[in-house]
């Protein structure tokens, strides 16, 4: 490293907190939100699998009425007749949806408007997870951004102008990725639709909280290493990798996170800790702040200070 001193590498040690988080297998039920409480209306995309699904049934807990959407008809269905048999049909309801479709959005928008007349949560969850990198896979890329950027912006543009409007309380939800913070090597095309959904949210937000008499907050919902569809889950009875977490004890740690009025809802898991998380985004920016070459982490100049930042960091917290 040419005599470089690692110290000057590594960007400046901020101060972080050191929380332990256990998942609490209380039910949310247990704790009174203006928005997550019976009688309210949950608008749920990508609903018929892992963390939508698992969203779905905790609000139903609360006795908040449940609009499933999502492209899979048929595993939309198992859920919405799951919930019916908990809330009553008239307190469900299950619209497929292709959210990279704007006519379908407005569908649902319209469904859900003309029979409830009100949304207080959004969780705007729909996405893929193939994979396309630099120069390879436009067709998965179109793909990629159709669903995980265009579907949300789609679902936000619908239903946002609507619920801006409402008198009670209320919510947005984007479901965003690590992977769109700290952007790991291996598929761009995600990780840059993830990055725009960041990036959305977070003027999503300001624009909220800047108008007058704002009922309508929005959160960055950044899950950890989920056992689901798109981390290898494939409905069997396998067990789930030890470092994973359950969906459902992903979907309750965010909506812990929601009641002290997060936005950056930053997910640990049993392989990474929230503490590593912070350390790694921070060695991100700090890429751009001091001028190091793209994605230093993985730059085999780079790595050993990387790794001495993170160990220094985490001893720091002891």
Known sequence: MSGRSSRNASPLRGPFSNPSYTVNPMSIADEFHPVLHAGRVAVITGAANGIGRAAARELAKLGLKIALADVDETKLRVIGQELIELLGAQNVLIIPTDVSKLDQVVRLKDKVYDTWGEVAVLMNNAGIGIKGTSWEGIENWHKIFDVNLFGIVNVQHTFAPFMIHQENQAMIINTGSKQGITNPPGNSAYNAAKAAVKSLTEGLAHELRERPENNVTAHLFIPGWTWTGLA????????????????????????????????????????????????????GAADVAEGRPALSRWHKDYKPLFEEFVRDGMAALE
């Open 232 to 283: 290898g889950d494939d409905g069997t009875d396998k067990p789930k990798p030890h470092g994973a977490w359950t969906a459902e004890e992903t979907i309750l740690y965010m909506f812990d996170k929601i009641r002290l009025g997060d936005f950056y809802i930053l997910v640990p898991d049993n392989e990474t800790k929230r503490e590593v998380d912070q350390l790694r985004i921070m060695w």
